[in-house]
């Protein structure tokens, strides 16, 4: 069975410029989620999808991040415009419904010029 | 606001050295803990999960414990492909989950 999928796998842009990650996870699951890490630390949730539906999105930055999962399957996060301080891995991690085990897609590292 | 502490940051091994991972943790009622390992330039790979204090689970050289404050990964006879950062979290009753910094081991030949 394939894994969760994420591209790019690297991005390296220029501040105030956008940028967007996609997200494939594994099929049948309906629980979407988008992580932020920073080097050294643990992931930090950024949002939650159940289907189509946004459930948590509670620390996600509204004003310059925004994501979106239509038909419940794939998944987009788009930072506009980038900060210096939007350097990390943005991970994405999917669960079946019914359980709580994660699993982990390997991530996208942007680096902001 | 809930809390998942993780000590130490790093712990060096030599290969057959046993030794335990803490996580200590403050919810608002716990509905899970979580262990992944994670390798440099990859996602969290799923280990465990623990929902009551007492239950323990096992996997090859790894175990993991819970009580109502902390939980520990036990590791036993560490080989060095088990070098990497092993993460906790937990999720409350409100489905908050949070992320420990990770401990960082290394196991040397």
């Known amino acids: 069975e394939a894994g969760v999928v994420q591209s790019p796998r690297y991005k390296i842009i220029e501040k105030k410029q956008p940028v967007a990650f996609w997200c494939n996870p594994i099929s049948g699951h309906n629980t979407l989620y988008w992580y932020l890490q920073n080097l050294g630390q643990g992931p930090e949730l950024l949002i939650r999808y159940e289907n189509e539906e946004a459930v948590d999105d509670s620390q996600l930055p509204k004003d310059r991040f925004s994501a979106e999962r239509l038909k419940g399957v794939d998944s987009t996060l788009k930072i506009q415009p980038a900060e210096l301080g939007d350097s990390a891995v943005y991970l994405c991690a999917s669960s079946p419904q019914g359980t709580d085990t994660q699993y982990f897609g390997p991530g996208t590292r942007l680096t902001v010029l | 606001e809930d809390q998942v502490t993780q000590s130490p940051e790093a712990l060096r091994l030599q290969e057959g050295e046993s030794s335990s991972l803490n996580c200590s943790y403050t919810?608002?009622?716990?509905?899970?803990l979580f262990w992944y390992r994670q390798d440099p330039g990859k996602g969290p790979e799923f280990l465990f999960t623990?929902?009551?204090a007492g239950e323990e689970k096992e996997k090859e050289r790894l175990k993991a414990t819970l009580t109502k404050k902390e939980s520990f990964l036990h590791i036993t006879a560490p080989k060095p492909e088990d070098s990497a950062t092993y993460l906790c979290a937990v999720r409350a009753n409100n489905n908050d989950m949070r992320f420990g910094a990770g401990t960082r081991l290394t196991v040397k030949p």
């Open positions: 623990l929902y009551s």
């Open positions: 919810v608002s009622g716990l509905r899970g």
